[in-house]
């Protein structure tokens, strides 16, 4: 079993940047899709970006050249480098993990909220 423990958010001001991480109590390397996942108050769920273990990645059309996601398998961690953010991205940012369409194993959440 896998528990994922993520890191990083916080209150930060329109434009600013904020890094998520996600460190796996076991190993990642056996999982193949990590992503990151976001819910803001009155909505649903969504997929952010997710990355396979062989790197290909994909990101919502929202965070496109803004946020950048990478895993470091060694280490165990999953990362989000979040750039030029909005007050839009304000939401419970989640790590998830799988190895087929819905994730296997979720984190408790960060709060990242961005100042208008």
């Known amino acids: 079993q896998v528990q994922l423990v993520e890191s990083g958010g916080g209150l930060v001001q329109a434009g600013g940047s904020l890094r998520l991480s996600c460190v796996a109590s076991?190993?990642?390397?056996?999982?193949?899709?990590m992503g990151w996942y976001r819910q803001a108050p009155g909505k649903e769920r969504e997929l952010v970006a997710a990355?396979?273990?062989?790197?290909?990645?994909y990101y919502a059309d929202s965070v496109k050249g803004r946020f950048t996601i990478s895993r470091d398998n060694a280490k165990r961690t999953l990362y989000l480098q979040m750039n030029s953010l909005k007050p839009e991205d304000t939401a419970m940012y989640y790590c998830a993990g799988g190895n087929g369409p819905d994730p296997n194993y979720w984190g408790q959440g960060t709060q990242v909220t961005v100042s208008s």
């Open positions: 990355i396979s273990r062989r790197g290909s990645t």
């Open positions: 076991g190993s990642i390397f056996s999982i193949d899709l």
